[in-house]
């Protein structure tokens, strides 16, 4: 079975300080992949990353960066210099093949105020 | 990119009524789609695989007999709420599958707002 955990379930912080979003995971399988979606109000899922079980390098994208270690099962999310744009719900989840559904943790809120 | 529409975005109906909602595919064909549900503060959580052409495949606890899912063309997935209640109120998100040459990527439509007064 898989599982995602997302502990934090709710964030707040002030413009521009930089925040870190949790995520670990389980699942018995070798292959895998790991996500992270952007859910704003408006309730789109919004793509971020996708990252596959064999490839541990840390992404950076913009004030995104992402930090995969299978070693402890996490794949956490950082956002530099936050902005008020940022607050949203941010979902990690897993699959095991990326074309099977995905398994959503609980979600992250994330309000950044000014 | 990839483009995956619903229809319609928002609905309210009363309850016992029926409603149905479309997941479509605008620039590729998805052999699968997949149902989701999304209650208020919640996660999302799989409701069913939809196969072209063949019987979806239902979560269990989901009922079949009272959301049915038609996947009749490699575009374009239905699915019905039957005598719908207001516990059925929910944001449900289709997601659709595209083969593509580095393997399977999934798009996301953007969600349809279901309230039942």
């Known amino acids: 079975a898989q599982k995602v955990t997302q502990a934090q379930t709710e964030i707040s912080v002030v413009e521009k300080e930089d925040v870190t979003l949790d995520c670990v995971y389980e699942t018995r399988d070798t292959t895998y992949y790991l996500f992270w979606y952007k859910q704003p109000p408006s309730g789109e899922l919004v793509f971020l990353i996708r990252r596959n079980s064999f490839d541990e390098q840390n992404e950076i994208s913009g004030r995104y960066s992402w930090n995969f270690q299978k070693s402890t099962s996490s794949f956490n999310f950082t956002i530099t210099a936050s902005q008020v744009v940022d607050s949203a719900v941010y979902f990690c989840?897993?699959?095991?093949?990326?074309?099977?559904?995905?398994?959503f943790g609980k979600g992250t809120s994330l309000l950044v105020t000014p | 990119g990839a483009v995956v529409s619903q229809h319609p975005s928002r609905v309210i109906c009363k309850s016992g009524t029926s409603v149905k909602i479309e997941c479509r595919s605008l620039?590729?064909?998805?052999?699968?789609m997949f149902w989701y549900r999304q209650f208020p503060k919640q996660s999302l959580m799989l409701m069913a695989t939809s196969n072209e052409g063949s019987k979806a495949t239902y979560e269990q606890g989901v009922e079949k007999d009272k959301f049915l899912i038609n996947h009749a063309s490699l575009t374009l997935s239905t699915l019905t709420v039957t005598s719908a209640h207001p516990e059925d109120s929910s944001f449900y998100i289709c997601?659709?599958?595209?083969?593509?040459?580095?393997?399977?990527?999934?798009?996301f439509g953007p969600g349809t707002r279901l309230t039942v007064t």
């Open positions: 620039d590729f064909q998805a052999t699968t």
């Open positions: 989840a897993l699959n095991s093949n990326s074309g099977y559904a995905l398994n």
């Open positions: 997601s659709a599958r595209n083969l593509r040459a580095s393997g399977y990527e999934q798009y």
